[in-house]
C-alpha cells in the first residue's frame, strides 16, 4: 500500500498492459503522484524491465494472461482500482473488467470503442453494482472531454439539445501500433461511422448530419463524416439530447478506412512524439442557441494516460457509486477538467 501525494489516502493501483506504450505513461504519473501500483500481464520479465524504467524497480509484478480468470483475481486483489491498457478492448477487453469486478476492485480503461462501451454498460452493470464496484470505461483524450463537455454544454442551453463532436488533430504525425490494432480489429464499424444517438436510442447508417465543421483558429470550414465516438453511447445516459453524432475530418476518416494488417504492422509501436489535439463539442438548445466546448492539449497519448490515472485515483476514493457509469457520472466534470490543468490541458465553453 502506498500514498497518493495528491489526497493523502492510502492507494492501491493495479494495471494490466503497464508494458506497453500508454502503460509507460501511466506508470510515470503513478510515480510521479507516489503510488507504486501492481503491474499485472503476461511476461514477468517484460512488466519487470517497464517498471525499472520509470524508476520503480520494486514494484510488484504478478503474472497473469487474459484467458485465466481465477489468476487475474488473485492478481487484482487488494488493489483499490484498475487500470487496463490493451489493445483491441473489442478482443481482449473483458477478461480484464470481469476479473476487477470479482476481485472489488474499480475498474477504468482506455477504450475507444463504442461496441466494447456498448457491452460494458449493458453486460456487466448488474455484476458491478452487486459487487460493489464501480467501472468507468473509456477513458482518452476523445471520450473523456466528449462526455464531460457534452454534459456541462448540455446544461448550458434548453433542451433537448444536440450534440456534434470531433477530435481534431492539431499536429501531424501517427498514432500508435496500439491504437491502429484496435481500429483495424473493428475496421467495418470504424468505416461505416458505427452509432449516432437518435429518437430516443442509437442507430446506425446515414451520414452526418452537419457535414461541416469550422475548428478552433481555422477561418474555412472543414468536410467531416460520420465517426464512431464512444460519448454518443454516454451523453444520452446523463443529459437532455434529442441527437448526438461524432464526426472526423473525411481526409482522416479515409486514411483510417484504408488501414490493413501489412500496413499496422508496418508501422512503429511509438505514436509521433506530441500529438497535440482540440477536441470539439458543438451543442445547438432547442431555442436556437449554441455553445462550444473544446478541450485542447498537448499529447494525445500521454494525455490519454494522465486522464485515465486521474479517473482511478478518483474511483480508489470509493466516492461513486457502485455499476458502470460514465465520467460525467462519476466524477464532478468541471473539477475534473480543472485538475488536467497542471498538465497544460485547457478546456473552454463559448456561446457561438
Ligand atoms: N486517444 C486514444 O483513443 C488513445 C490514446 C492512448 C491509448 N489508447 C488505447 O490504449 C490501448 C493501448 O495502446 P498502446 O499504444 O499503449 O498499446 P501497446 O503499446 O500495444 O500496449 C499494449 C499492452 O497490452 C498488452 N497485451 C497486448 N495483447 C495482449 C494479450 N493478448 N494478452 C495480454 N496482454 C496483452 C501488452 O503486453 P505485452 O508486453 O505482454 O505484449 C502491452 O502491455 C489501445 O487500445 C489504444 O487504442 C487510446
Redesign the pocket.
Known sequence: MTTANSTDTVKTIAI??????????LLTELNRRGITPILV???AD??HA?AAAVGLPAAEVRVA??GEHDALVAAFTGADAVIS?????V???EAVLAAAIDAGAHYT?????QLFLKRVFDDYAARAVRAGVTAVPGI????LPGDLLGYLTSRRLTGPVEITMS?VGTKEGN?????????LAGLDWFRSGGWHFQDGGLQTGGTARRGEMTFPGATEPTIVSKFPQPPVLTIPRHSDVSYVEGVLETAFHSQLSGLSAEIVESLP???TPGLS?DFVVDAFGADGRAVRGVVSGPD??V???LMAVEAAVRLADGAAEAGVLTAAEAFDAEGFLDALAPFGITWTIDER
Do not use: C, F, W
Open positions: 494490466y498492459g503497464a508494458t506497453g506504450i500508454t502503460g509507460g505513461s500481464g503476461r511476461n517484460r512488466m517497464a494472461d487474459l491498457s490493451l489493445p483491441a478492448y478482443d481482449h477487453g480503461d482506455l477504450s475507444g470503442e482518452t483524450n476523445s471520450n477530435l498514432g500508435s501500433k496500439g491504437s491502429a490494432q484496435t481500429v509501436n511509438e505514436p489535439y494525445s497519448y494525455d490519454s494516460a
